[in-house]
């Protein structure tokens, strides 16, 4: 196959695999594959951290922690706007060819921050708008690699691929930034930044190595009439739309706690800014941990139980965390509640795929995005009740609360209970038989 053929969607790879891999990486057996996961890998690395070094510009011009928000909030605002409607985008054009120029966008965009940096003539709202053309383009950058997944690998892989992409993530949120701070005092900011877009370059180049990826019955259908059939879709598909709802439950109820580690740190054991590093890093780990044990199962366990119990116990043990007496004691809970909320939204994020059409599988991807940007609204609650009752209390309240939300949707939805019985899921159990 050329990488001018376009790729359809059938339940095989796309390409001839490769020699056979150990179950828990099957999905690398795919050529186009690896290029993929190499592609993602190294943006997000170099994205992750360029957030440090961006921080570090910010802070140093302004001297002014509220500049570092200022930097987040135009980052997100058009991040959040942006994920309505690129799904549209991402279901009407050729994905790679997209993703690409998205890419290049970005990586020009960091060369401009680079060469103003060098010169020394850097502003603080030099550092807002490139931030902002960040911002815009993210949300064709990662739902555009997902829906692309399930043409590579095929129906029976595509459990087994998502869990990898989401190793990816994970080893990306933590080598990035600690890499960026060993390098930036070995060869300088504008030697790290460098680094940083050479890893962006790195990235298109594996993109480019994929065939084109094109979506299903490319519509007619005007682009505003396409987004709002984004909505129209979810809402007449339960499946989908239960599956959409219950993974935003963890991201505003118990994942907003990860903004307050610093507060448990400081304010409630009293430990040093290393032991903040250190939890922070358990987060990455307990992630890591989560994705391979989907890796390793996720074609074989039944999705839908096993993310709501893995929900549960998320929720169980962050509770536990909330309280606990000391640092020590909440270091290994808070790894092992990670591996369970990686296990949970892995899984509630590949059901999704699997559930939706390939016509519309770029909109159902931006959709997930958008309830991971989400998360900081439940973080305003939190911050606010914290002020009153103190972060362990509010953050206990809110734990429970998760796991009152997980039972109700046991109880309650049949649809989900009996979702791994689907004849959209089933089928695949069939091909592996």
């Not at 987040?72 to 690409?100: H, K």
């Amino acid at each position: 196959m050329s990488d001018t053929d376009p790729v359809k969607p059938v339940d095989e790879p796309a390409a001839a695999p490769a020699r056979q891999m150990p179950r828990s990486f099957a999905a690398l057996e795919s050529i186009p594959f690896r290029w993929l996961v190499s592609s993602l890998g190294t943006f997000f690395l170099a994205m992750q951290g360029q957030l440090v070094v961006r921080s570090l510009l910010a802070y140093e011009l302004t001297q002014s922690p509220f500049a570092l928000a200022m930097v987040n909030l135009v980052i997100a605002t058009p991040m959040s706007i942006g994920l309505l409607f690129s799904g549209a985008i991402i279901d009407r054009v050729e994905r790679r060819g997209l993703t690409i120029i998205s890419q290049s966008i970005v990586l020009v965009n960091e060369l401009v921050v680079l060469v103003l940096l060098v010169a020394g003539v850097l502003e603080f709202w030099h550092l807002l708008a490139t931030a902002f053309i960040l911002g815009v383009n993210f949300p064709f950058l990662m739902p555009t690699r997902t829906a692309m997944i399930y043409s590579l690998v095929g129906r029976e892989k595509l459990s087994n691929a998502m869990a990898l992409q989401a190793t990816a993530l994970n080893i990306a949120r933590i080598v990035g930034p600690a890499g960026m701070g060993l390098l930036i005092p070995l060869i300088t900011m504008p030697g790290a930044y460098l680094v940083s877009i050479l890893l962006y370059g790195f990235s298109i180049f594996a993109m480019i190595r994929l065939p084109k990826s094109y979506p299903d019955n490319k519509t007619a259908k005007g682009f505003f009439e396409d987004v709002t059939y984004s909505f129209k879709y979810v809402a007449n598909n339960r499946a989908i739309l239960l599956c959409l709802i219950f993974g935003l439950f963890p991201m505003l109820l118990a994942l907003p706690i990860i903004s307050f580690l610093v507060v448990f740190t400081e304010s409630v054991w009293g430990v040093s800014e290393t032991a903040l590093g250190i939890m922070m890093g358990s987060v990455g780990v307990g992630g890591i941990i989560g994705s391979l044990l989907v890796a390793r199962l996720g074609d074989t366990m039944k999705r839908a139980r096993v993310m709501m119990f893995a929900a549960l116990i998320f929720g169980v043990f962050l509770a536990g965390f909330s309280i606990s007496p000391n640092y020590y004691v909440a270091l290994p809970i808070l790894l092992i509640s990670n591996i369970f909320a990686n296990m949970s939204q892995t899984l509630n994020q590949t059901l999704i795929q699997l559930l939706a059409d390939n016509e519309v599988r770029g909109r159902m991807s931006s959709l997930m995005m958008l309830t991971v940007g989400l998360t900081p609204l439940g973080v305003l609650p939190v911050a606010y009740f914290a002020e009153f009752y103190g972060i362990a209390n509010t953050m206990f309240v809110a734990c429970i609360m998760l796991v009152i939300v997980v039972l109700a949707f046991f109880m309650l939805s049949p649809t989900l209970r009996r979702l791994d019985k689907d004849p959209r899921l089933t089928e695949i159990q069939e091909v592996q038989g």
